[in-house]
């Protein structure tokens, strides 16, 4: 149900909070800002897998479509875990730019299980930015759940 809120949320309601996301530094394949719960905290570029805490996500093929295999574009990670969780679970976001194109790629993760909430494209126009939901499927959310790896140890 907090799922569905959520997702409800950031569709409807993209000015809705009353905070700002905080923008991390990624320096060398970790990601630099979030408090120690959600530590180590690494993006692997090459791989493309995202580690937050005890959880990784190897990101199947559906969701590496969004990058580009030389490396060109630019991420920016965001994230919050300091709201009303009743809310919404910690997020982070991964921006992924590609220079002069007019569009982006923004994808939305639930931090404390590394599962995408929701993928988007951005795109620019003389008005401002609109964000495009994109419904990533049934299979692609069991890839997912094939992919995601928790260390017990």
């Keep these: 149900m907090k ?17 700002q996301d905080t923008l991390l530094k990624y320096q060398y394949g970790e ?11 690494l993006f692997d570029r090459n791989v493309i897998a995202l580690k937050i805490g005890k959880n990784e996500l190897i990101f199947p093929a559906c969701l590496k479509k969004y990058f580009t295999t030389n490396n060109s574009h630019r991420l920016t990670f965001m994230a919050s875990w300091y709201h009303d969780l009743d809310i919404s679970p910690p997020y982070m976001l991964i921006d992924i730019e590609f220079g002069a194109r007019d569009f ?41 759940k094939k992919n995601l790896r928790v260390d017990d140890a």
């Design 3 to 19: 799922l569905i809120a959520l997702i409800v949320l950031v569709i409807w309601c993209p000015f809705g909070f009353t905070h």
């Design 104 to 144: 982006s790629y923004r994808l939305f993760f639930d931090m404390v299980e590394i599962i995408p909430v929701s993928v988007a494209v951005i795109t620019s126009h003389a008005n401002g930015l609109y964000e495009h939901h994109i419904d990533i499927g049934d299979y692609c959310r069991g890839e997912i």
């Design 31 to 41: 990601i630099l800002g979030l408090p120690s719960d959600y530590q180590p905290a």
